[in-house]
Structures are given as structure tokens and as C-alpha cells.
């Protein structure tokens, strides 16, 4: 029934069906044309992934709106190929598109349980639907109730998407010139479970390790994913990074990110563990955490892919989160919006809450580790804690730890800062309304705290506290280090500690710069909200 051209595609009604779609099919058309139930193919027979690198899918498949069902992928080889549905789609250019959509996926397993290789590879992807998407759409595609288990191994795994990446080499990529950039759109994630509890049993200094609800990474500045949500999913990771080139990133919605996310949203609650490692309410973090000893590929044939080295910068935008963020042991950051920032964030939110323990480190409302960025119009409500004993307690309404020069702009806090723990003998204790950390040449512009939101004073040890109710730490604007200070003495304008009365006033916010109605919607006896979000719907 219909022989696989876009006007006649070949009709999918069983999981017959889907098996027999073999490598001398993977550029043809495909609808689906009833819901399947896997259970008993899955314990019968065998399913091998559609697609891998070498034989890549290239063809459409529709999944009609209907709902695949009990997918079950165990003992998982990571080294072995991408895992899913699709374990490798590819386009052929941008007018010749791999698309796969208007699917659901449902009550479905992934287990990670091998790790076979001792060298990371980027286009190795996990996932229920597409493990890797090179240059590729995946449209309107949804994981219910997923359980996802990744015992060992630096790994890519999303619900949806493994990994996103571009079509074409490595020169055209950062010149902005390859011939399809992938995208996840109207994608999601709900309920269930995605779980690692395991390290690698290699020490793999460039390899990274990345989880996301949606989608596991996402690569490139011109790949994008859009208006994609994770909605109860619950995701924990316990995973040690060897060093800052070899993190452990998890997120809500992405788990590493050097390209777009834009109009996305987590309501699932992420908690990390384990040193190097960063968690995010929409993004884990970047894939050059660093910007040091980033190893690009060998070559662009090269089977065995290295760490990459970012080919560009990140963007986060008109998104938000609402689910729990949370840290134990030697994690390093974690944020409502993203645990590592070294571009932009935009017209974002947070109003989940974030807390750290144990050696946990950083925690901030917005963003965490923060290096050469930007946050624009962009606020917390939700609550920012931390009841550990660790080296440094360092918490913040927005922005955290500031590594080099970044920007706040317009960025407000309400949520209010606390901690019940206590830095080390040789530790340091910030907490700031808006930003903490070492700044050279950092600036603040038009931000604003409610008052008291910036928490009391850290308890512990003889080392004294530095709250700042604005900022803490090294912010010097011309660039010089100096002591902890509780005000920056340069670099802030305007903005400042407000009463509540402040903060609810629409004549004060007018007066502050939050005037662009574009970007803000100012309501009598309310705080500013951001309208490109609130339009969106998402």
C-alpha cells in the first residue's frame, strides 16, 4: 500500500511493518495509519534501529498523531550505533529534508547498561525516537511515561532527541555555511523517568556526558530547539565529570547546548550529584564548558569523535522553568534556566525552587556558571537554598559564579536567598540578590531586589560572610581583583533594593527602563512579566 513517494507514502500499521523497513527503503515516505503495541514484538522478536551513520535515514515518516507503545530498548551497547526508533536520520540538504513526526511514543525503555568504547563520540545518540538527527526535523513528536536508565558511560541521551547536529563538515559549520542545521520543534517529554547512576569505566578526558528530557545535545549555533517542554519528567543523574572538559550535564529540556533554545519550558524536577557536574531547569550547560583544551574532531570522517570544541556560543531565549532544581554531593552548578552560560540568555524565567547539599557549591535563580555572557530581561521568583557544608556556599537570584566579563541587564529577583550550611575553614560565603563571583569589567544595569531577598548572613566558621544585597565578590568594572565586597564599587546603575510597594508599581518599573512593551507587561499591584512568553503560551 503505497510505494513511498510523497503523494503515495508507505502505510504503517504494525510493528511488522515498522521491521520491514530495511536500508533499501531508508529514502522513502512513510505514514502511519494506527496505533502499535510493541509488547509482544519486543519479547518475541527482534527491532534494530532505523538508520545508522553509515546508512543513514533520509526518507519522512508520519506518524499520523498516532501513538507507538512499549518500546523496549535494553542492554544498550553505547559504542555500538545510535538508539531508538531512528538511530540515525540524515538530510540531504535543506530542501531535502529527514523528517520524522506527528508521532507519540509511549511507555517505552531505554537501558544503557555497556559502555564499549574508550573514546566519546558526538554523533552517537540515545533516545526513544531519534538517536542522532543530522540536519534533520523532528516535528510534533512526544515521549509519555518513558523509563531511561544509563548505567555507565560518557553518553547523549534525550527523550526525543539524542543529538541534534548539523549536516555537513566542520568548515562549513562555523563559517555558517553547512547545508541543513537540525531542528526539534513542538517536541516533549511527560511523566516517567530518566535515571543515571553510574560513571564511566574509562577516564575519558575530552569525552562530556549529556542528558536532557527532550533532547540530549544540541549542536551547533544554527541548530535550534523550539517550543519543546519536559512536563514531570523525573531526572536524576549521579555521575562524576573527570575534569571541566569532561563534565556531566543534565537538563530539563536540553542537556548541552551550543545552539538555540528558544520558547521552552520544565516543569519536571532535575537533581544532580557527582563532581563536575551541572544541572539546569531548561539546559544542563555548554559543551566547551571551558575554554581551554577543547579538542576538535580529528577529521570529519573520523569514526571515533573526540570532545568537540564549541564552534560557537549559546543561546537560551523566552523560556522557563517551574520544576525543582536540585544538587548533592561534589556538583558544581545548578540554575533554574541553564548550570552554564558563555552566550546569552534572554527573556527568561525561573520560579522553581533551587537548592544545594551536601558539597554543593553554586545555585543560582537564572544561570549558573557564567563566562563572557549576557542575561537581558530576565527575573527569579523562586526560592534559592543551600543546607550543606561545603568548600563555598555561593547563591544568587540571577546570574552565578562570573568567571570573565559578563552583562546583567534588566534583570529583577524576588525570590528569597537562604542557607542553613557553612563554608569551609577556607571557604567563601556570597549571596546576592542578583549576581556573586569574580567579574573583570562585569556590569549591572537597571537590576533590581526585593528587599530582604537577598537572605541573612551565611553561618559557619570564622571566615566572615560576604552578603552583598545587590552583588558579591570580585566586581571590579576597570578590571582590577580586589577583596569581597558587599556592593560593587563600579559597574551597577540605577536599580537596587526595593520595597515590595516598589516592586508592584508600574510607574517605578517605567522609571527603572522596563519599558520596551515588546519585551514587558507592566500590571498595576503585579511584578513585570515577560509578554513574548505569556503571548507564546507555552
Not at 81 to 104: E, P, Q, R, W, Y
Request: aromatic share 8%; hydrophobic share 35%; charged share 10%.
Amino acid at each position: 500500500t503505497g510505494d513511498g513517494e510523497t503523494a503515495t507514502p508507505i502505510k504503517i500499521g504494525f510493528m511488522r511493518h515498522l521491521s520491514n523497513i530495511t536500508s533499501t527503503l531508508y529514502d522513502k515516505d512513510f505514514l502511519q495509519v494506527s496505533n502499535i503495541d510493541a509488547t509482544w514484538w519486543m519479547a518475541n522478536k527482534t527491532f534494530a534501529a532505523i538508520g545508522q551513520k553509515a546508512t543513514p535515514f533520509t526518507g519522512v515518516y508520519d506518524g499520523g498523531r498516532y501513538t507507538i507503545s512499549k518500546l523496549a530498548f535494553e542492554n544498550v551497547n553505547y559504542g555500538s550505533g545510535s538508539t531508538g526508533m531512528f538511530g540515525h536520520i540524515k538530510s540531504n540538504s535543506a530542501a531535502d529534508s529527514a523528517v520524522v513526526k506527528n508521532l507519540t511514543v509511549a511507555n517505552s525503555s531505554l537501558d544503557i547498561s555497556y559502555y564499549g568504547s574508550n573514546k566519546y563520540d558526538l554523533m552517537l545518540g540515545h533516545a526513544l525516537v531519534v538517536g542522532t538527527s543530522e540536519g534533520g526535523r523532528v516535528q510534533n513528536v512526544h515521549v509519555t511515561t518513558p523509563t531511561i536508565t544509563i548505567e555507565k558511560g560518557n553518553v547523549n541521551v534525550g527523550g526525543v532527541v539524542g543529538v541534534n547536529i548539523f549536516l555537513g563538515t566542520q568548515a562549513q559549520a562555523a563559517a555558517g555555511t553547512a547545508p541543513a542545521y537540525a531542528t526539534v520543534s513542538y517536541c516533549s517529554t511527560s511523566g516517567g523517568t530518566v535515571t543515571q547512576d553510574g560513571n564511566s569505566p574509562y577516564v575519558n578526558t575530552y569525552g562530556f556526558n549529556a542528558i536532557g528530557g527532550v533532547v540530549g545535545v544540541n549542536w551547533n549555533t544554527k541548530c535550534l530547539v523550539e517550543y519543546s517542554k519536559n512536563t514531570g519528567t523525573t531526572m536524576s543523574m549521579n555521575h562524576n565529570g573527570t575534569s571541566a572538559q569532561a563534565s556531566s550535564l543534565l537538563g530539563g529540556v536540553v542537556g548541552a547546548n551550543d545552539g538555540y533554545v528558544d520558547y521552552c519550558k520544565n516543569s519536571g524536577s532535575v537533581t544532580t550529584g557527582g563532581t563536575n557536574s551541572y544541572a539546569g531547569g531548561v539546559v544542563g550547560g555548554l559543551i566547551a564548558v571551558s575554554g581551554t583544551a577543547n579538542q576538535a574532531f580529528t577529521t570529519d570522517a573520523d569514526a571515533n569523535h573526540q570532545y568537540p570544541k564549541s564552534l560557537t556560543t549559546s543561546y537560551v531565549r523566552y523560556s522557563y522553568n517551574t520544576g525543582a532544581v536540585s544538587a548533592t554531593a561534589g556538583a558544581y552548578c545548578i540554575a533554574g534556566i541553564t548550570g552554564a552560560n558563555n552566550k546569552e540568555i534572554r527573556e527568561c524565567y525561573n520560579a522553581g525552587p533551587i537548592s544545594s547539599s551536601g558539597l554543593s557549591q553554586y545555585a543560582s535563580g537564572v544561570g549558573g556558571r557564567t563566562t563572557a555572557s549576557a542575561y537581558v530581561d530576565c527575573y527569579n521568583e523562586g526560592t534559592v537554598s543551600s543546607s550543606g557544608t561545603g568548600v563555598s556556599i555561593i547563591l544568587s537570584g540571577v546570574s552565578g559564579w562570573w568567571i570573565s566579563k559578563s552583562t546583567v541587564t534588566r534583570c529583577y529577583n524576588v525570590g528569597q536567598l537562604s542557607s542553613t550550611g557553612t563554608g569551609g575553614e577556607t571557604g567563601v560565603k556570597l549571596m546576592a540578590a542578583i549576581s556573586v563571583g569574580q567579574s573583570k569589567g562585569g556590569t549591572l544595569v537597571n537590576c533590581v531586589g526585593l528587599e530582604g531577598s537577598s537572605g541573612p548572613e551565611v553561618p559557619g566558621t570564622d571566615i566572615p560572610p560576604y552578603v552583598g544585597p545587590v552583588v558579591s565578590g570580585y566586581m571590579y568594572a576597570d578590571g582590577t581583583v580586589g577583596t569581597n565586597v558587599g556592593v560593587a564599587p563600579d559597574g551597577i546603575t540605577a536599580g537596587g533594593m526595593k520595597s515590595n510597594d516598589d516592586m508592584t508599581s508600574v510607574v517605578f518599573w517605567q522609571g527603572e527602563g522596563y519599558t520596551d512593551d515588546a519585551v514587558w507587561t507592566l500590571t498595576p499591584g503585579q511584578y513585570p512579566k515577560l509578554k513574548k512568553i505569556v503571548d507564546a503560551g507555552i
